[in-house]
């Protein structure tokens, strides 16, 4: 499953700096994923959902951690384009 778009919304907040929305093989679509500047740098959260008892739970989530990082390496690599676009403009 290749990542075939990344759309980023930055947003102006301390921690949460853009919402995300990620297509896979131009086929499947996951909206409202999180870039969070935590305290050691920035990080993808997945969406998520809070529960009942007050938790919060994933939604969707990639199974392996090599598919996480390279979820994440795409979503992060939007994001600073993103931003070094604003800049330029």
């Known amino acids: 499953m290749e990542v075939t778009e ?3 919304f ?3 907040e301390e921690r ?4 995300v929305t990620v ?3 131009d086929s499947f679509i996951i909206r409202d994923v999180k870039v969070i500047n935590g305290n050691s740098g920035l990080f993808v959260a997945m969406p998520s959902r809070k529960r009942k008892d007050g938790t919060f739970r994933d939604i969707a989530h990639p199974l392996n951690n090599d598919a996480r990082q390279k979820i994440e390496g ?3 690599k939007a994001y600073e384009n993103e931003l070094s676009k604003r ?3």
């Open 6 to 8: 990344v759309k980023v």
């Open 23 to 25: 297509t896979f093989d």
């Open 74 to 76: 795409v979503i992060l």
């Open 16 to 19: 949460l700096k853009a919402y």
């Open 87 to 89: 800049v330029i403009q």
């Open 10 to 12: 930055p947003v102006n």
